[in-house]
């Protein structure tokens, strides 16, 4: 133990100087067209290897909802190499976990590992990106539909949602269902999923992220090893999905459900998204959402109705920067015990109306900004996080130097630039105001 | 006062020695509080860990939701400042500071940057040496409480657990939901409150860890400042309790397309030798997280049963069990028991081959460092750690102990342990062909919507 004290004491001393910062990011392209990410944390010999591929449920074909989420479960089985569920039995022979998450625009793959176990990843990664063998799905299938009876149909909230999405997006695919409709669900075949796989899954359509005890170089060698050998897919084309139209209408829900105890209510907008090279507006955009309801006590809406009225139990504003496609900026109100729906809704009309007029507070606006910069800097503790941030914004349309650019964004918003974009979002015609509510409420 | 400190390091403690990545040092500070750190200067900030053993457990029996309420309400307002006034110094300094009552603990994490970290732990001391407990604030709080108990009354998740303690624990504060009925919680008194909060924080069972941008000398300065002024003790902590439930079945209608279940049986605690033997057997039975659980073979992979099934080892402060958590649709819900069953009654009988024991080691051994990867998630670790009264060779020592246990121990463990004849299901929602076995639980009240 004396000798191991002597040589961390010399160790902690080289840590104060050396070059030991969290968060290097390093990218290149593999001849494939497979695009790669690294960020570097030698802190613990610990890796994450993602692998994110630019094809979402927003690019299912009409009918077939559900089969991106499907076809993710199914990646588990097995290849003309390895057994059904053999992946992450490996994965877990090694000390690893791994799973898989499905958005509108990415389909993404992840196992946590010892950071020398890495090749092994990648080995398998690559393997079940252009090998994968079905057998029978019927099985699975039945587990999305489980999935689907867990998450949204026991859930009132999740359906009140699904019921917002669809009404907000009325052209684009944005509206329909990560997990899918439940009767179309039901219909999805081998055939389905083996198409959408061997159309969509490609080195020139993913992107390998790998966050952790890793240099770039140790990466290049790999990914070349695993990944390089990969056919790129032919005839790929430019992701171009239905688009919306001009909204000319307001539309109201009302969702009455007996498992529903607490009612709500819930405003959505369309919303402009992070776009290459132009970042401005959702940057602005964050800050409206953090500046009405970010803060749970010191927010706009929360001062409102929480505090200066007992209107509300909670208020909250929320909005995603990051989509392929147009995105979404919501209000949530849920009225305090003997205030209506309605009532709640004129409060966060008045609340609005009063914030267009006067603009931010300048010490609220500073508080927001020194939160987004601290954010950075907390950030560095979870390079997975930051991969994420690298995957999510690639599979969305977006560059590394948008990514690299976002900070800085968000840091040159203006409250001139805030009050813009509220006028063209929380002003355009086409919101979706939403009430849920207990069998007996207020709503007709 | 350096040279002091340096006297007061007791041991350093590497996790891994091939790499020498986690270096505990344990410390006492100048005003006779201890700590665990972990040195970590690559980031501007740290991560601080304040857990006061206890929690809601420490209620008193009329008093239900107070700790949970008070807890609520330390953040609501603070020797100068009001509710408005702490939030907007918190947000200005960039800081979180969350409060957290749990069954067994209450707790306080941080992260905090080193620029402003002083001002950061002065409203921190405020929030725990001098909270308000305003009026308003108490008002505001509690209806927040209030709408949470009204949605918990028709979430099945919500009325499965509830149930399910109540039948295992009965009147001891684990047979209860923490956060209170709406009847306690309403009538709950600012005095309440104030007593609630003089029994739950106290010097006598505080467990502080560190990870990050701060040295040993600062630690020590930082949680003298901080907790220094506590009074010295607090609430006597419960009995103990063992775990009540029979055998059998208790549904509880509800209009749900799903069933939701919960099942149980009397546990295990860490102090046994036996402990990690028992680990071992609820990882390959139905541990979470692991793909190649027999239950999520059998229920998931092979039938298509559940999107997912899991067994948890629960080792609390006063009760030790065994709970595992499965959702169906109603019609496959009597499958999914009988399935859960027989593992159970397998496990009991056969116990394990020596290629799952060996398969679970090599996950649980290699998972273990995993872990240690954020100076967050060590932080948490570290207290847990020192809730467990381990050591920090814990960290060292773990694996070699999870390695030690053999196939005849684990096996002989097996049939002690599991009592397929004691597992109680507690199934909210319309289970086709499932009724209750008995009338345990069937005289707990359940508000809500009318069965369907």
Known sequence: MTSRLASLALFAGLAATSALAAGDVTDFTLENGMEVVVVEDHRAPVVMHMVWYRIGAADEPPGKSGIAHFLEHLMFKGTDERASGEFSQVVEANGGSDNAFTSQDYTAYYQRVAADRLGLMMEMEADRMRDLVLDDVTTERDVILEERATRTDSEPRALFSEAMSAALYRNSPNGIPIIGWKSEMEGLSREDALAFYERFYAPNNAILVVAGDVTPDAVKQLAEEYYGPLEPSAGLAPRMRPQEPPAVAEQRLVMKDERVSQPSMVRSYLAPQRRAGDQADAAALVFLSELLGGSSTTSVLSRALQFDTNTAIYAGASYSATSLDETTFSFVVVPAEGVSLAEAETALDETLAKFMAEGPDQQAFERIKMQIRAREIYALDDVGDIGNRYGEALTSGLTIADVKAWPEALQAVTPEDVMRVAQDVLQAPGSVTGWLEPEDGEGS | ?452
């Open chain 2, 1 to 452: 006062m350096k040279r002091l400190y340096a006297a007061l390091i007791l041991t350093i403690f590497a996790a891994f020695p091939a790499r020498a990545e986690i270096e505990i040092q344990t410390l006492t500070s100048p005003g006779g509080l201890k700590a665990w750190l972990v040195e970590e200067h690559s980031i501007p900030f740290v991560a601080l860990e304040v857990r006061f053993r206890g929690g809601t457990s420490l209620d008193a029996p009329d008093k239900r939701g107070a700790v949970n309420l008070m807890t609520g309400l330390l953040e609501e307002g603070a020797g100068e400042l009001d509710a408005q006034g702490f939030a907007t110094a918190r947000e200005a300094l960039a800081a979180r500071i969350q409060f957290d009552a749990g069954g067994d603990g209450l707790t306080v994490s941080a992260r905090m940057l080193t620029e402003n970290r002083d001002e950061v732990v002065a409203l921190m001391r405020s929030a725990l040496v001098e909270p308000r407990f305003d009026a308003d604030a108490i008002e505001r709080v509690r209806g927040q409480v209030l709408a949470n108990l009204k949605s918990r009354a028709t979430d099945p998740q919500d009325i499965v657990g509830e149930t399910f303690d109540a039948l295992a624990y009965g009147d001891h504060p684990y047979g209860s939901y923490d956060g209170g009925t709406p009847e306690s919680v309403a009538a709950l008194t600012r005095d309440d409150l104030v007593a609630a909060f003089q029994g739950a924080i106290a010097r006598d069972r505080v467990y502080v860890s560190a990870v990050g941008d701060i040295t040993a000398a600062e630690l020590g300065t930082l949680m003298d400042s901080l907790l220094g002024d506590l009074p010295e003790t607090g609430a006597e902590m419960p009995v103990d309790v063992a775990f009540g439930a029979s055998g059998g079945i208790t549904v509880v209608p509800f209009p749900s397309p799903q069933s939701v279940a919960r099942f149980g049986q009397p546990g295990i605690g860490i102090e046994s030798p036996d402990f990690f033997a028992a680990y071992l057997l609820n990882t390959i039975l139905g541990g979470a997280g692991y793909f190649n659980s027999r239950l999520n073979q059998e229920v998931r992979e092979t039938r298509g049963l559940t999107y997912g099934i899991s067994t948890y080892l629960i080792d609390s402060d006063h009760a030790e069990s065994i709970i595992g958590a499965v959702s169906t649709v109603n019609p496959r819900m009597a499958e999914t028991v009988e399935v859960v069953r027989a593992e159970w009654a397998k496990i009991a009988a056969e116990g394990v081959t020596a290629e799952e024991l060996a398969a679970a080691k090599t996950y649980l051994t290699g998972a273990y460092p995993l872990r240690f990867d954020g100076n967050e998630p060590i932080a948490q670790i570290l207290v847990g750690m020192q809730m467990d009264d381990r050591t920090p060779d814990y960290v060292t020592t773990r694996n070699a102990q999870v390695e030690a246990v053999t196939l005849e121990q684990i096996n002989r463990v097996a049939a002690e342990l599991y009592r397929p004849e004691a597992l109680r299901f507690v199934i909210v929602g319309a289970p086709e062909g499932l009724e209750s076995s008995d009338d345990a639980g069937a005289g707990e009240p359940v508000d809500g919507p009318t069965p369907g």
